[in-house]
């Protein structure tokens, strides 16, 4: 009796064994399978946006935000939808954010600031009654500058990379190459904001929008001057049959030009504020060291200063 439950045990040890290594067979099988159809029914899309895994955990973290949405944009304070959505989308809708999760995002971090304000409270740091009503403000003023200075850098790297840009599709073009061809060419080799507009753009096309509403579109999504001034000149010179190889090439001269000018003047503005840091902090921190070696040295047997030292 013992030598049939001994065999039994070992059977299903066995077919168990058997078992195991046909399911991992079947899920090696099929991971292969996945991978060939995923390659021969994958489309490259060079105008796509590549996401980070950073980006995907803020983007999973901001979905606790539309809980928050209705709240948000009944309280819309410095915040109403049509500046959001401008700011939005001179920003480039950074972690895929629309009007109505930032409106929550806001009333979420307010929610989150009140929370630490409280512990702190209750824990009695020291300036818990001010952390109770600072936290939330900064919170709920701290999304709105957040995404007021996303909209500002990204407008002026968009300003930044232009006269690059400007210089590869003029000689593109000089060479023969059609304006939307030279896009198609020239623009997948760029990153940020110049591939993201002019990608759209080229989509936009694809999909049968007119030339003229896909230029209005870029001068909606950015504010940029320099950007704003090439997309007019291109309207301008389609419209007055103006080859557009020469309207590139002039419109990155200028913006050149532009560009020294501002690296001029950030240059002189930064002159007082290195007299100023020098004359309100290197000064007395300097005034106080020797200062205070000369009393040190007052109380002191050794009159010779440099003796501290030894």
């Known amino acids: 009796m013992d030598g049939l439950i001994v065999i039994i045990i070992c059977l299903s040890l066995i077919f168990l064994a058997l078992s195991l290594r046909s399911f991992y067979n079947y899920l090696i099988l099929k991971e292969e399978l ?66 109505e999760r930032f409106q929550g995002l806001k009333i979420f971090l307010t929610v989150v600031g009140l929370i630490i304000g409280g512990i702190s409270l209750v824990l009695r740091l020291p300036f818990a009654e001010i952390a109770v009503i600072l936290f939330p403000f900064a919170g709920y003023m701290g999304a709105i500058l957040w995404l007021k200075q996303k909209a500002k850098n990204r407008q002026e790297e968009l300003s930044f ?39 759209r753009f080229i989509q936009e096309t694809d999909v049968g929008v007119p030339r003229a509403e896909a230029y209005r579109s870029l001068l ?13 000149s291109l309207i301008q010179g389609e419209r007055l049959g103006v080859p557009i190889s ?32 020098t004359t309100f902090i290197v ?28």
């Open 161 to 199: 990379q232009l006269p690059d840009f400007l210089d590869t599709m003029s000689v593109t073009l000089q060479a023969g190459v059609g304006l939307d061809q030279a896009l198609r060419d020239i623009v997948p080799y760029f990153e940020g904001p110049i591939k993201d507009e002019f990608g």
């Open 34 to 99: 996945e991978e060939e159809i995923k390659e021969k029914t994958f489309i490259y899309n060079v105008f796509e946006k590549k996401v980070t895994r950073k980006d995907k955990v803020i983007s999973k973290m901001l979905h606790y935000a539309d809980d928050f949405s209705a709240i948000g944009q009944r309280i819309n304070f410095y915040s109403e939808n049509q500046d959001v959505q401008k700011l939005l989308m001179q920003a480039g809708f950074p972690y895929q954010l629309t009007v």
């Open 283 to 310: 000064m007395p921190s300097a005034l106080i060291l020797i200062g205070g070696l000369m009393v040190i040295n007052m109380f002191n047997d050794n009159r010779n200063l440099f003796n501290l030292f030894k």
């Open 220 to 232: 909606d999504r950015n504010d940029s001057r320099e950007f704003q001034m090439l997309i007019k």
């Open 246 to 277: 020469r309207t590139f090439k002039q419109q990155a001269e200028e913006m050149r030009k532009i560009k020294k000018e501002k690296i001029k003047e950030q240059a002189a503005k930064a002159s007082p504020k290195v007299t100023l840091i």
